[in-house]
């Protein structure tokens, strides 16, 4: 990847009172970061929408963050913001800074493809409550991320579209299945973005690129125009580089919707209020079953090193147990697949995204499917029919359910000792390229810390805890998250624990790794 300038450095908060104080306009950021992604994220950069070029196309030193950027809208919507700012309006907190949305989330005049053929050339003629809230925070979109297809995967390798790679190493996977935001905002293809997590695809893919990325507590954020994968887990949250950032995102863009029929009713607490007021005296947990076997060795040493770090800033530290935790990813992988079956039955070809033609509308509707949906999607839809299927929906579905219940209780019973608890967020540090791909399997243990928070419905986030080496390369060294995660509706208490574990971390902000971005400071 080229070298950056110094504007591109710049964290969102920083960025925001720049522009606030005038130095810089909300068009030239805007035009710094579209002159980037042209020249080095693999897009063709022509038209009012630049598309990504074609998988086969991309080179091995292309991120891929971006499937579609929204160039004209975003440069319109830059003048707009200076020009009011000229005329005295006031503004809000992130007027000007630019933002990537994940591709599963709808904005009127963009395609929005879920990274799937199926959904190819599909232009929504309305805006998600999230791209509604960001653009009414004066937050400007540059475009659309690649993700896992219907966000299905820990890696996004299953994007229809290619895989987007990792900034601090470009043979390694960003994670998924939000990779695309994710390098889009380590990769400094953008400030912020907003991703989506079901059972980790903020959180895991933060975690692999050394970012702050935060799932809210569910019902907080609307799923008003977020294409749904499991209905009951689906939850829109920020990435960013900083803790603050990812805050001031979450309070901008959340809170009830009468639109979406699971939004939780009333107040959302302040992110900002006591974001600074430190852990002394607070009691956090560590959670004994996300921990020990399947770790990485490196993994565990960044964790240890954060829980000492806890320690110092005076939290009292105790070991808690969530004795069904064990269970989570089996459930998941019922409940996930379940839900998706029932909403992937609505891509028929019929009305709108792809059609493969055929004699009869039943042909014409298995060979649509046939042709649009990929293999893990396939495979999701196969396991989630037959889990809801007469005669296993008992044994599997219901069960899957109530384990679900047994962990929230877990949860509940663990939090009337602490205020919060943490656990590393991912097993493993960034993976190579097609090293999970043959291994389904492989592939869901990514999940096993971020799905207990995810069917719990509690908030969670996770931050940069330190480098790790990964266990087939000498040398290298990649980013390790750690997970933080607090009672139902308490994001507050998250933001405030992660805020002070990030200040005495001291991570470096930007990639380091090997063909990572490097920055040259001209402004
Ligand atoms: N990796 C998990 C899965 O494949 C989580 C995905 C997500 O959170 N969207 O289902």
Known sequence: MVAATGLLGLNATALAARLAAREVSAREV??????????VDGV????????????????????????????????????????????????????????????????????????????????????????????????????????????????????????????????????????????????????????????????????????????????????????AFASSLDQAGPFARSVEDAARLQSVTWGHDPRDATSVPGEVPDLLAHLTDGVDGMRIGVVRELQGEGYEPGVEAVFAAALDRLSDLGADIVEVSLPHAGYGLPAYYLIAPSEASSNLARFDGVRYGLRVDAATAEEMNAAT???????EVKRRIMIGT????????????LQASKVRSLIAEDFRTAFTGV????????PSVAFRLGDKTADPIAMYLNDVATVPASLAGIPALSLPGGLAAAPDQEGSALPVGVQVMAPLKRDDVMYRVAHALEQATGFPALPTGQRAVTIEEDS
């Open 30 to 39: 805007i035009d710094v970061y579209l002159d980037r992604i042209a020249a």
């Open 44 to 227: 063709v950069a022509e038209g009012e929408v630049w598309s990504a070029k074609p998988a086969g196309e991309l080179t091995p030193d292309e991120p891929h963050a971006y499937l579609a950027v929204t160039a004209a809208a975003a440069r319109a919507h830059a003048d707009d913001i200076d020009a009011r700012r000229a005329a005295g309006h006031t503004l809000g907190p992130l007027a000007g800074v630019p933002l990537a949305l994940k591709d599963v989330l709808t904005m009127r005049g963009a395609p929005t493809t879920c990274g799937s053929r199926m959904l190819e050339g599909w232009v929504p003629p309305y805006d998600a409550t999230v791209t509604e809230r960001l653009r009414a925070a004066d937050v400007i979109v540059l475009g659309k991320t690649n993700m896992d297809e219907f966000a299905m995967g820990s890696s996004t390798e299953n994007s229809a579209f290619g895989a987007t790679r990792n900034p601090w190493d470009l043979d390694r996977v960003p994670g998924g299945s939000s990779g695309g935001s994710a390098t889009a905002v380590a990769g400094l293809l953008a400030p912020l973005a907003i991703g989506t997590d079901t059972g980790g695809s903020i959180r895991q893919p933060a975690a692999l690129t050394g970012l702050v990325g935060a799932k809210p507590t569910y019902g907080t954020m609307s799923r008003y125009g977020l294409v």
């Open 369 to 375: 499917r046939a042709a649009g949906f990929g293999p």
């Open 386 to 397: 037959h889990a809801l299927s007469s005669g296993y929906f008992d044994a599997y579905y």
């Open 419 to 426: 205020d919060a608890l943490v656990s590393p967020t991912s």
